[in-house]
């Protein structure tokens, strides 16, 4: 019996990468899950291969940041299973670019698919999840706990989820719902992975040092492992563990030591090319 036998589980953003890697470990641990991705073509050949390791599996087609799309999915999914155990937002966009350079366009989105979707998912979630004494998972980054140069709309979009995750674990007092968030570390990126660019186009993300990357496999256990224990919040890689205990701790020296990042984000963060996210 797997720790997840029985439990249904969506997840935002899982044709590709993190998500999809969640899905397979969710799924080798017993779950039904059900995978969501706005390509149709690569959502179903992830079902597809997702299949291959047994296990129920549903996809749902659509961007999860329009509400009439995200609440049909979870009509689709109370139609077919009568329930919903685990709600994970993973779906996200990486995006990069200096502050003075940011347009409109990339704001408006990057906002719209990492705050504003999370937070309405959230909400109409809640009745499906209050029945199961559920769980709700935000998937946060390591730039949603300091401010990253040349990331500032990913960072602003990231670190917002906090705010959420913890007004609504307030709010729920009482109802033996879980609320959880996950600030993951650099992350092996699948080789298409793309990001927001300044001027809002789509462009092609720059590959990162190697060794500052936990594969997507380790995450997803991680992630596996902090929804099963009930956490509220949980912190991956060495290199968040730090961050988040010298910038609250040590926040003058956390600041000097992100203005030695600069020149390297500044290098990084260039066009037409990025690693940022
Ligand atoms: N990779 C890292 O190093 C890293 C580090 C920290 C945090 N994270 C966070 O982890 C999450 C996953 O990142 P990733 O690197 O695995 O990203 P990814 O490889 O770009 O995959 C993103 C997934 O989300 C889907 N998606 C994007 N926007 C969507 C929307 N509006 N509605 C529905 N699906 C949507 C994509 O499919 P379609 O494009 O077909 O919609 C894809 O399946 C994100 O929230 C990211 O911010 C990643």
């Given at each position: 019996m797997g720790r997840f036998t029985e439990k249904v589980v969506f997840i935002t953003g899982s044709s590709k990468g993190i998500g999809r890697s969640l899905a397979v470990e969710m799924l080798s641990q017993g779950a039904i899950v059900v995978i969501n991705g706005r390509n149709t073509d690569q959502l179903n050949s992830t079902a597809e291969m997702l299949r291959q390791h047994g296990g129920e599996v549903l996809p749902v087609p659509g961007d999860v940041s329009d509400t009439t799309i995200f609440r049909s999915a979870l009509t689709a999914i109370k139609d077919r299973f009568?329930?919903?155990?685990i709600l994970v937002l993973n779906a996200g966009l990486s995006s990069y670019g200096a502050v003075e350079r940011t347009s409109d366009t990339s704001i408006e989105n990057v906002m719209r698919v990492n705050t504003t979707g999370p937070y309405t998912c959230a909400r109409d979630v809640l009745p499906m999840i209050r029945e199961s004494r559920g769980s709700i998972v935000f998937i946060s980054s390591l730039a949603g706990i300091h401010g990253i140069p040349y990331s500032s709309l990913y960072s602003m979009s990231k670190m917002s989820l906090t705010a959420l995750a913890q007004s609504l674990r307030t709010e729920l007092t009482g109802e033996r719902i879980h609320i959880g968030i996950i600030y993951v570390g650099f992350t092996r990126n699948d080789p298409d992975k793309t990001a927001v660019s300044p001027d809002g186009t789509i462009k092609k993300l720059q590959d990162r040092p190697g060794w500052v990357q936990q594969s997507q496999e380790r995450v997803a256990k991680l992630i596996a492992r902090s929804i099963r224990r009930r956490r509220f919040r949980t912190t991956l890689s060495a290199m968040g563990k730090v961050m988040a205990f010298a910038s609250r701790y040590f926040p003058r020296l956390f600041q000097f030591s992100m203005r030695g990042m600069l020149k390297k984000a500044r290098e990084l963060t260039k066009d037409p090319e990025s690693s940022s996210g």
């Amino acid at each position: 019996m797997g720790r997840f036998t029985e439990k249904v589980v969506f997840i935002t953003g899982s044709s590709k990468g993190i998500g999809r890697s969640l899905a397979v470990e969710m799924l080798s641990q017993g779950a039904i899950v059900v995978i969501n991705g706005r390509n149709t073509d690569q959502l179903n050949s992830t079902a597809e291969m997702l299949r291959q390791h047994g296990g129920e599996v549903l996809p749902v087609p659509g961007d999860v940041s329009d509400t009439t799309i995200f609440r049909s999915a979870l009509t689709a999914i109370k139609d077919r299973f009568g329930r919903l155990d685990i709600l994970v937002l993973n779906a996200g966009l990486s995006s990069y670019g200096a502050v003075e350079r940011t347009s409109d366009t990339s704001i408006e989105n990057v906002m719209r698919v990492n705050t504003t979707g999370p937070y309405t998912c959230a909400r109409d979630v809640l009745p499906m999840i209050r029945e199961s004494r559920g769980s709700i998972v935000f998937i946060s980054s390591l730039a949603g706990i300091h401010g990253i140069p040349y990331s500032s709309l990913y960072s602003m979009s990231k670190m917002s989820l906090t705010a959420l995750a913890q007004s609504l674990r307030t709010e729920l007092t009482g109802e033996r719902i879980h609320i959880g968030i996950i600030y993951v570390g650099f992350t092996r990126n699948d080789p298409d992975k793309t990001a927001v660019s300044p001027d809002g186009t789509i462009k092609k993300l720059q590959d990162r040092p190697g060794w500052v990357q936990q594969s997507q496999e380790r995450v997803a256990k991680l992630i596996a492992r902090s929804i099963r224990r009930r956490r509220f919040r949980t912190t991956l890689s060495a290199m968040g563990k730090v961050m988040a205990f010298a910038s609250r701790y040590f926040p003058r020296l956390f600041q000097f030591s992100m203005r030695g990042m600069l020149k390297k984000a500044r290098e990084l963060t260039k066009d037409p090319e990025s690693s940022s996210g």
